[in-house]
């Protein structure tokens, strides 16, 4: 079945204790991208990657890192999370395509709550 | 800055009847536009897209609308189903960049 896997889904945790949070597709798509939702503010795209070693920043980068060593993997770090990161965080991929109209496939989200 | 905007938080409809979802935006330079739809505890799942040249595009019960001079998009949904109840998000995309911008998202009701 083709699908888009975060994990974790859930995660508590405090202030400055790096995580990361995994994504990876089977779908064999070029692109993918980080997103967080927000309530009043919909899905803002935090980082996105074009290939496997290819990313760049999306509208709220800050505080976010990321690496592409694998194509089916894109995963999302926090090197020191703070409240403001408190949110629900989606993976996303696509095959890239000539143009930027490829429909993305999502994940089921990771809701990350930092104390 | 929201480049785009989607007024309406929620809308109810009547089962079978038009639903008609709404989206502006201020970026001239968008090249694609697409909607997705996302049910409580899922990720988004893609509904339908329009180039910026065109402006329609349907897919079954599934029309959207494009009004270049008023930067203006619409979803027309007909006839609409119970299991349309969603939150709605358009999203936009700059041409070259691969970058998104969503709108803030519309929940639709449809009643039986």
């Known amino acids: 079945e083709a699908q888009v896997t975060q994990n974790p889904r859930y995660l508590i945790t405090v202030t400055g204790k790096k995580l990361t949070v995994t994504c990876s597709q089977n779908?064999?798509?070029?692109?993918m991208s980080w997103y967080r939702q927000d309530p009043g503010l919909g899905l803002r795209q935090i980082y996105y990657?074009?290939?496997?070693?290819?990313?760049d920043k999306g509208d709220v980068p800050e505080g976010y890192k990321v690496s592409r060593k694998e194509k089916r993997n894109f995963p999302l770090i926090l090197e020191s999370p703070s409240p403001n990161q408190t949110s629900l965080y989606f993976c996303a991929s696509s095959y890239r395509g000539q143009g930027s109209n490829q429909p993305q496939h999502f994940g089921d989200g990771t809701r990350l709550s930092i104390l | 800055d929201q480049q785009v905007k989607q007024n309406s938080p929620s809308l109810s409809v009547q089962e079978g009847r038009i639903s008609i979802l709404n989206c502006d935006y201020t970026?001239?330079?968008?090249?694609?536009f697409l909607w997705y739809k996302k049910y409580p505890a899922e990720g988004p799942t893609f509904l339908i897209s329009i180039s910026s040249i065109k402006d329609k595009n349907e897919d079954g019960r599934f029309t959207v609308f494009l009004n270049k001079s008023a930067k203006h998009l619409s979803l027309h949904i007909v006839p609409s189903q119970p299991g349309d109840s969603a939150v709605y998000f358009c999203?936009?995309?700059?041409?070259?960049?691969?970058?998104?911008?969503f709108g803030t998202g519309t929940r639709l009701k449809v009643l039986a």
């Open positions: 990657s074009m290939n496997v070693e290819v990313t």
């Open positions: 779908m064999n798509h070029e692109y």
């Open positions: 970026n001239s330079m968008f090249d694609y």
């Open positions: 999203a936009a995309s700059t041409p070259g960049t691969y970058k998104y911008i």
